[in-house]
């Protein structure tokens, strides 16, 4: 920017000084210049951002992008608002840029990336039985939307991209906790879809020499994650419930387990993975290394509200994995990794944000 001010600047005062006995010419010239000036700010304006988050304006994308804010840096959202909202975006306060645009159109995908130094990919269609149910919208968002990100990266000389990956890919094999040379099973057509996003990564960084990261995220909850849609993750669903005074829906005994993961902590596994030079090149597990059953959630839950809970139990739902632990020794070693904020911690710090969402909601 200083160096365009100062380019523009500079042949303005030569223009200036410049005697000339047409006073129309020279007034169009400067007239051009300042449109120059004008221009060139415009273009830094748009070529600075040195991170890109896709997904910016949904559940981890937003504070991927807030945590960036706050450290000062400068960061543009790709999203096409499809599960991710604008309220996500106010919380940002208008300090990053929005482009509106969708993964599966390169061109729009290209744009996004110029100036860009590293990629938070974390746009996708996020869910088991959406996918289940959108099989091709899944797969041309999650891997043709990929593969766009990662092509649109190397050609702008984009320095990394970290890739969300997804703790589904390792299916249902008994073996716990999961860990990461294990061989993948996906059940469902989300789970390959993101199996193929980490194919694409390693690819890319094995034939042209783009950095990527994969990050395998283990059920990730925390404030900002949508508790409204059908295809809901289960802490919001329940927490929803109690908060409304309706009973809680399980799918199955309530028995299955998962490694649930507050969102802080997958904030900061981003933030080490943008820098760390040891996790090029491998998918690494993201979760708290804690195994909690749906039964468990429900129980903190109702001692953090003081209700009882009195969950309703259905048929499991297809493709639903029976447990998930993560193994996060490789990540802890290749990341320095380390979960800060445990389970228990995480659900209060969950339901205070709920409440309070619903205080404001009831306000307006
Ligand atoms: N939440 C979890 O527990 C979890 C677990 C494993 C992996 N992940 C991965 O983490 C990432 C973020 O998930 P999330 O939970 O924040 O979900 P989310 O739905 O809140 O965020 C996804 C974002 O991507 C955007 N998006 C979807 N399709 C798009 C398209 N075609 N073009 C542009 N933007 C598009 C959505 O609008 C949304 O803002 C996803 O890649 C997901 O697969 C999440």
């Known amino acids: 920017m200083v160096e365009y001010y100062l380019t523009v600047q500079s042949a303005i005062i030569l223009v200036e000084g410049y005697e000339t006995s047409d006073d129309q010419e020279r007034r169009s010239t400067l007239f051009y210049l300042c449109l120059v000036r004008v221009r060139a700010y415009a273009l830094f304006r748009l070529t600075t951002a040195r991170y890109l988050v896709t997904g910016g304006a949904g559940f981890i994308g937003s504070h991927i992008a807030e945590a960036l ?107 716990l906790p999961k860990y990461e040379q294990m061989p993948p099973h996906p ?20 034939l042209y020499g783009l950095e990527t990261v994969a990050l395998r995220y283990f059920n990730v909850f925390g404030p900002r994650q949508d508790p409204t849609s059908e295809y809901a993750a289960v802490i919001p669903r329940f927490l929803t419930a109690l908060l409304q005074k ?6 199955g005994d309530g028995e ?29 597990n993201i979760g708290c290394g804690e195994r909690i059953s749906l039964n468990t959630v429900l129980r903190v839950a109702g001692e953090l509200l003081g209700v009882a809970t009195n969950a309703e139990y259905r048929e499991p739902r297809p493709a639903d994995v029976r447990d998930s632990l993560a193994d996060i020794s490789l990540a802890q070693r290749l990341l320095s990794y380390k979960p800060t904020i445990r389970f228990r911690e ?3 710090r969950t339901l205070d944000a709920l409440r309070r969402d619903t205080a404001s909601h009831l306000n307006r």
């Open 69 to 175: 804010l706050d450290r000062g840096e400068s960061v543009r959202i790709f999203d096409n608002l499809s599960t991710g909202s604008q309220t996500n975006l106010a919380v940002l306060q208008g300090r990053a840029e929005f482009v509106q645009g969708d993964l599966r159109n390169f061109d729009a995908v290209r744009e996004a990336m110029t100036g860009v130094e590293v990629v938070f990919h974390q746009g996708a269609m996020a869910s088991v039985p959406r996918s289940i149910a959108h099989p091709i919208e899944s797969l041309e968002t999650n891997i043709n939307g990929t593969q766009h990100v990662l092509l649109a990266a190397r050609d702008a000389g984009v320095r990394r991209v970290v890739y969300a990956s997804s703790s589904s890919i390792y299916g249902n094999t008994p073996t």
């Open 187 to 206: 059940m469902s057509p989300y789970a390959v879809h993101k199996l193929t996003g980490e194919l694409l990564c390693e690819m890319f960084t094995r």
């Open 246 to 251: 309706r009973r809680p829906i399980v799918f």
């Open 256 to 284: 299955q387990t998962r490694d649930f993961t507050y969102i802080a902590n997958v904030v900061q596994a981003n933030l080490l993975a943008a820098t760390s030079l040891d996790a090029v090149g491998h998918p690494l």
């Open 346 to 348: 995480g659900l209060a």
